[in-house]
C-alpha cells in the first residue's frame, strides 16, 4: 500500500500509484549491470541489502537503505 510517509518521500499521492508498476514510481537510477548482480546476490544468497538511487516525482535523487529477502511456507517453499 501507499501511505503517507510515500507521499512525503516521493510526491506522489496514493491515486498517482495505485495500479502502476513500482518501476514507473520508484525510478530507479541503478544501471542494468548494477541491477543484475543485485539480482544474482538475490538469487544465489535468498537476501540483498544495500543502497539504492530512485528518482521522485520532481526529479531530485534519493537514496534508499533497502533489504529484500527471499519468504518461504512452513513447508520450506518459496511462496515470495
Do not use: M
Request: charged share 20%.
Amino acid at each position: 500500500t501507499w501511505n503517507h510517509s510515500a507521499e512525503l518521500i516521493y510526491g506522489y499521492t496514493e491515486s498517482e500509484v495505485i495500479g502502476k508498476p513500482t518501476d514507473e514510481i520508484l525510478r530507479s537510477l541503478e544501471s542494468p549491470e548494477e541491477k543484475k548482480n543485485v539480482l544474482n546476490q538475490f538469487q544465489a544468497f535468498g537476501f540483498w541489502t544495500g543502497t539504492v538511487t530512485h528518482q521522485k516525482k520532481d526529479g531530485t535523487q534519493i537514496y534508499i537503505n533497502t533489504s529484500v529477502s527471499k519468504l518461504f511456507n512452513q513447508d520450506g517453499e518459496y511462496i515470495g
